[in-house]
């Protein structure tokens, strides 16, 4: 696949190609040394996409010379809830071409807009970190949160706000620890219970065995036991170059009194620290969420997502996002299913949310 680029970047070279199994060794070499890439942009998560969830993944690639020079994973995501939509890239909070080439972004560009056409897609979303194509429509629900670490553990326990560190404490005191797990069972039993409760489709534990066998130490389960070794918190953590990203988590009822999440976020920091790790990523929230105000508490800025889109047939910004009013009445009636239903359920609706 060649990219429909005009006369100027003809004659630069640039050609856009999809990825295949033979170039994926080489796609992850200019992963690893790209500063605009990101763990989501890694090549395994095209079979992961596609295995797991059935989408068809269009993952393509800029070159000049023989060399790559920019790359753009995209997945096709036909929903029953939320339609048809070229994403990059679903189930991730990052997205977007990774590249400081211009013409290589300006290529993948249009050749991403080409195919979201050629396959009768509502739209193309492109989930950037920052401002790409400045005349498309852009959504600012999100933001993220990210932040260096000290090279001192003790150091950045003191650069947690008094009240948090409190909390920190607080979890201490209760006897509270932390374990790395093999596997994602006790993880995902807490990341069930607590996804039922907030009234959303869990992903399918196939979904974080398949993480985890695909990424290996980068992908990890730390899971926070309470005095009687029971466990109350999890959280299955991202490890790119020198960052760690907390991505999914979970939690029973119990936490909120013994502090446990606040003393699950400290010690994946403290770990990171001890590992030599530079930042550390909170991850996305919506703005005026329960989530974003506990982010700020911990000291940490949020940074505006721009996720942009291609509109087509007079089609409008998605509102996917349990904010929408038009989902209460849903949300409601799934914290009423049994838990073992809903985990039945979920397992085959997850892979519509995208």
Request: charged residues 25%.
């Amino acid at each position: 696949m060649q990219a429909e680029t005009g006369g100027a970047f003809a004659q630069v070279g640039v050609e856009v190609h999809r990825m295949r199994s033979s170039d994926r060794q080489r796609w992850d070499a200019f992963v690893a040394s790209c500063p605009d890439a990101t763990f989501f942009h890694q090549s395994a998560w095209q079979e992961l996409i596609e295995k797991v969830f059935r989408h068809r993944a269009h993952f393509l690639f800029a070159q000049r010379d023989r060399e790559i020079v920019g790359v753009l994973p995209l997945v096709e995501v036909k929903s029953l809830l939320f339609g048809h939509a070229v994403t990059s890239l679903p189930f991730a909070v990052y997205g977007g071409v990774a590249s400081s080439d211009p013409e290589a972004i300006v290529a993948l560009h249009r050749a991403a807009d080409a195919l979201a056409k050629q396959t009768g897609a509502a739209h193309l979303e492109l989930r950037n970190r920052e401002r790409r194509e400045p005349t498309w429509p852009a959504q600012d629900l999100y933001v993220t949160f990210r932040k260096t670490l000290e090279a001192d553990v003790e150091a950045n326990m003191n650069a947690i706000p008094r009240k948090q560190r409190a909390m920190v404490r607080k979890g201490i005191k209760n006897g509270l620890r932390s374990e790395v797990d093999a596997t994602v069972d006790r993880f995902f039993a807490l990341y069930a219970d607590n996804v039922h409760r907030h009234g959303t489709p869990a992903m399918p534990k196939r979904w974080f065995a398949e993480l985890k066998a695909a990424f290996g130490d980068r992908c990890e389960a730390l899971i926070v036991v309470d005095a009687g070794g029971v466990p109350v918190s999890g959280v299955l953590s991202f490890y790119f170059r020198d960052e760690v990203l907390p991505f999914y988590a979970g939690d029973t009822l119990a936490a909120r009194d013994l502090a446990a999440n606040d003393f699950k976020y400290w010690e994946l920091m403290r770990r990171a620290c001890e590992r030599g790790l530079k930042v550390f990523d909170y991850g996305r929230s919506k703005q005026g969420t329960g989530s974003f105000d506990f982010k700020k508490n911990w000291g940490f800025e949020p940074t505006p997502l721009h996720y942009e889109f291609s509109l087509y047939a007079g089609a409008t910004i998605p509102q996917n996002n349990p904010l929408n009013p038009k989902y209460r009445l849903m949300i409601e009636t799934w914290r009423r299913l049994p838990r073992p239903v809903a985990n039945f359920l979920g397992a085959r609706l997850s892979r519509h949310l995208g």
